[in-house]
T-cell receptor, first 110, second 113 residues
Framework: DGGITQSPKYLFRKEGQNVTLSCEQNLNHDAMYWYRQDPGQGLRLIYYSQIVNDFQKGDIAEGYSVSREKKESFPLTVTSAQKNPTAFYLC?????????FGPGTRLTVT | GENVEQHPSTLSVQEGDSAVIKCTYSDSASNYFPWYKQELGKGPQLIIDIRSNVGEKKDQRIAVTLNKTAKHFSLHITETQPEDSAVYFCAASAYNQGGKLIFGQGTELSVKP
């Protein structure tokens, strides 16, 4: 069963805590992406990685960090420096430009 | 930088009617234009895409058209069904941007039975 998995589906954290969101793909895609989606809004790019051990900032990277140690995995850490972390987070991977999305993680910080 | 504008933001149609969603892009280097359908609480699903070397592409009830000169592309859904109700996003990508997609703001389509 191929695809992109994100876990958990719902995540709750207290303000001031760092939290790491998981993204795994078994599609053998080189490129992976993290997006943030706020209610009624489009998708905004946080970070992306075109190859293992390399990644670039997207449009809203402040307060986030990533790593890409394995081709299959691209975890996102939401740090305490992110002022408005509550959002729906989407991971994607791509092949020849076609991006495929995971089911998302809804993060709530109180 | 690249900007993608999408209209309308909401669209309501009767079952069986057609629906059209339009997008414009700013970067003339854009050469890939996908459309996504997002149901509530789920990740976006790629439903159709078009590359800059063609003007139209069809897949059953959905079609996408591209006008490179005007920098417009549109999604057409015919014979709409209640299960077509969702938020639809257009996006654009340029060959020199490492596969990054720039998304429109989305259109909430409601198909009334």
């Amino acid at each position: 069963d191929g695809g992109i998995t994100q876990s958990p589906k719902y995540l709750f954290r207290k303000e001031g805590q760092n939290v790491t969101l998981s993204c795994e793909q078994n599609l053998n895609h080189d490129a992976m992406y993290w997006y943030r989606q706020d209610p009624g809004q489009g998708l905004r790019l946080i970070y992306y990685s075109q190859i293992v051990n390399d990644f670039q900032k997207g449009d809203i990277a402040e307060g986030y960090s990533v790593s890409r140690e394995k081709k299959e995995s691209f975890p996102l850490t939401v740090t305490s420096a992110q002022k408005n972390p509550t959002a729906f987070y989407l991971c994607a991977s791509s092949d020849r430009g076609e991006q495929y999305f995971g089911p998302g993680t809804r993060l709530t910080v109180t | 930088g690249e900007n993608v504008e999408q209209h309308p933001s909401t669209l309501s149609v009767q079952e069986g009617d057609s629906a059209v969603i339009k997008c414009t892009y700013s970067d003339s280097a854009s050469n890939y234009f996908p459309w996504y359908k997002q149901e509530l609480g789920k990740g976006p699903q790629l439903i159709i895409d078009i590359r800059s070397n063609v003007g139209e592409k069809k897949d059953q009830r959905i079609a996408v058209t591209l006008n490179k000169t005007a920098k417009h592309f549109s999604l057409h859904i015919t014979e709409t069904q209640p299960e077509d109700s969702a938020v639809y996003f257009c996006a654009a990508s340029a060959y020199n941007q490492g596969g990054k997609l720039i998304f429109g703001q989305g259109t909430e389509l409601s198909v009334k039975p």
